[in-house]
């Protein structure tokens, strides 16, 4: 509990023993009104003084029509009719539903503080001799070498220079798994260092970092309002003006026609006004987003406003990209088929060394296939053609390595082969030399993930690049609705186009890897990002960033989404429902101040409560 919350609960035991004390003295003294006003003031302004001065405030500066507002003429007016007792009451329970609201609040907060302590606090800098001094993490340029100890979090993005340790990434991902870190591998900050010594060399500004890309995401979340959201605010700024009339209305009218009883309605304005906060409202619905945001980023999904989380929570459709989305995306050559005559080591030589310069992940795997790394002295005039493969000259020689596409388009009569994964097929001067299969695994969550989907009703749908036997056998093993193979990147595009246009319900969210998706991750309803831990393109681009490569992830983020949509359609039709009642029954002269303080504080209570469910996430 904060001192400034410690302080309003002081207040409130005092203010409460004052008016207990001022309740059993009524019943055992006869004093006269104006000592009894003095005696019930004083409980009254302890508990009340900084609503009565927010309220001044506020008709000072044009913003008049608040709760605060509301809470001040209804207890003045309940304290200059005599009911001395039910303006102290009012007030205080007021103060109560107040404190009890941002102790909810404050929780909410500090649900998101163990991903705020990722934050950094300092960098060991290493400088020219060796020495190592303390300096704050924005300090460090680009190029420099810092040193992270045993338990220190990693403030900045970088490579790892020389040592060996495991990291903690259980803060960005949500997932306690560790990760292993050696010379030459990528490490982000707010990861946790293990029990090995790193150097690491700088690669981004702390600006650009992992870390500082992700407290912006956080901290910003709540400046994009969902539709929900955006509704109150417009309410409240509406419906608390009418009430004011109203209540205004109700105290005038009725006595000028029927000649009489200003004291009758004047009572029941006063606690029509009382009925008609709208704080549970107000307070409830910010919260259950705040609260969903706050659970998903527990859980390693970071949500970029309630907004998205109201547009995931009503998908329809899930349109993955398969490398890196459902499958591992870490290619092996599994199979080599050399034309007759050709020798398996020259065929997968000359692959490599036309792949020699490519970073796509099977240009990778055919180098890697190979006991030593691929001679690129002789390789020029490299021409990578987009979904289709790469052409170069090898030592002189014109080579094409990719798709079969490729070998039809450059006139090249080859051999057709299939399996289950990615065929390179390879040319040299015209001749075919024969194939290379390059396979790909299925994620192990991938199958659950997709039934998880399913389950919700969700239509799940795949796009790749890969020929359509690759396509369709993926398809197969993870039970999809849908499959589109041998796309080209702006092919995907224009299915994405497609499907929006052919979708007859909910909105569509599609996954990618965030780097080569992120023009079709914008089209999107909504886009997520899969595997983003540390990809610029992906946190810039998706909507949605998951911070591990864990497809299921996608269900939790959808299933925390549909959660608070729920809870923040409750507390709207039953704040709504209820004062409504509350109000008839007020305006009737059924319901008295008290009833008027459950209209007011229990349903806010009630709906905070209610909103305060989204802080448990079942991962």
């Known amino acids: 509990m904060t001192k400034k919350q410690k302080k309003v609960l002081r207040r409130i035991v005092i203010a409460a023993v004052l008016f207990a004390a001022l309740s059993v003295a009524g019943r055992l003294a006869a004093l006269p009104w104006y000592a009894w006003l003095a005696l019930y003031l004083i409980p009254y302004l302890v508990i009340g003084y900084d609503v009565l001065r927010k309220a001044a405030l506020g008709v000072v500066h044009g913003e008049v029509f608040d709760e605060n507002f509301l809470m001040a003429v209804a207890t003045v007016g309940a304290v200059a009719l005599g009911e001395y007792g039910e303006g102290v009451a009012v007030m205080l329970f007021y103060q109560v539903g107040e404190l009890f609201q941002s102790y909810a609040v404050g929780k909410s907060r500090r649900s998101i503080a163990a991903l705020m302590d990722i934050r950094p606090d300092s960098a060991n800098l290493e400088d020219a001799a060796g020495a190592v001094q303390t300096v704050d993490p924005e300090d460090v340029p680009v190029g420099a070498v810092i040193v992270v100890r ?4 990693i403030p900045l993005d970088g490579v790892v220079l020389s040592g060996e340790s495991t990291l903690n990434t259980s803060a960005l991902t949500g997932e306690s798994r560790p990760r292993s870190a050696r010379a030459g591998d990528a490490v982000i900050s707010g990861s946790v260092n293990g029990d090995g010594l790193l150097r690491v060399q700088v690669s981004k500004a702390y600006g650009q970092s992992t870390v500082a890309r992700i407290l912006d995401l956080v901290e910003n979340s709540s400046l994009k309002k969902a539709r929900a959201e ?3 605010t417009k309410f409240a700024r509406y419906y608390t003006p009418a009430v004011c009339l109203a209540a205004l209305a109700l105290a005038v009218l009725p006595p000028l026609a029927l000649g009489g009883g200003w004291g009758v309605w004047v009572r029941r304005a006063l606690t029509f006004l009382v009925i008609s906060c709208p704080c549970a409202l107000v307070i409830s619905i910010p919260l259950s987003f705040f609260g969903g945001i706050g659970g998903a980023s527990r859980c390693g999904v970071l949500i970029k406003g309630g907004n998205y989380l109201e547009t995931l929570a009503h998908t329809g459709t899930v349109v993955f990209d398969k490398t890196g989305t459902l499958t591992r995306g870490t290619f092996r050559v599994s199979r080599l088929r050399p034309a007759p005559g050709v020798d398996e080591g020259d065929l997968l030589r000359t692959a490599a060394r036309a792949e020699s310069y490519s970073s796509h992940p099977i240009s990778k795997s055919l180098r890697e296939a190979l006991p030593a790394a691929p001679d690129a002295a002789g390789v020029t005039d490299v021409k990578e053609i987009a979904g289709r493969g790469v052409a170069a000259l090898v030592d ?21 082969d299939e399996g289950v994964g990615t065929v390179v097929y390879v040319a040299r001067d015209g001749a075919f030399l024969g194939s290379i299969l390059i ?24 796009l790749t690049g890969d020929s359509r036997a690759v396509a369709e056998g993926v398809a197969a093993q993870l039970g999809l609705d849908e499959v ?50 540390g990809s610029d393109a992906a946190i810039e681009a998706a909507d949605v960033v998951l911070m591990d490569d864990d497809p299921a992830k996608i269900s939790l983020a959808m299933r925390i989404a549909r959660k608070c949509m729920r809870i923040v359609y409750e507390n709207i039709v039953f704040a709504l429902g209820v004062k409504a009642l509350f109000l008839l029954l007020g305006a009737a002269g059924i319901a008295n101040m008290w009833w008027a303080v459950f209209a007011d504080v229990g349903v ?6 209610n909103a305060m469910r989204m802080l448990a996430v079942k991962k």
């Open 150 to 153: 045993p338990g220190e979090k």
């Open 230 to 232: 955006n509704f109150i």
């Open 396 to 416: 002189g020689r014109r080579v094409l390595a990719g798709s079969a596409k490729l070998m039809q388009e450059q006139g090249v009569a080859y051999t057709p």
């Open 484 to 533: 589109h193979a041998e796309l080209l990147p702006a092919d995907k595009g224009e299915r994405v186009e497609s499907l929006l246009a052919a979708r007859s319900g909910g909105s569509l969210a599609f996954v990618g890897d965030g780097i080569n998706d992120a023009p079709v991750l914008t089209r999107a309803d909504v886009g997520i990002a899969m595997g983003a831990l």
């Open 439 to 462: 396979a790909d695994e299925i994620k192990e969550t991938a199958p659950a993930a997709v039934a998880a989907l399913r389950r919700q009703g969700v239509r799940t749908v795949m």
């Open 604 to 609: 806010m209570v009630l709906a905070v409560l």
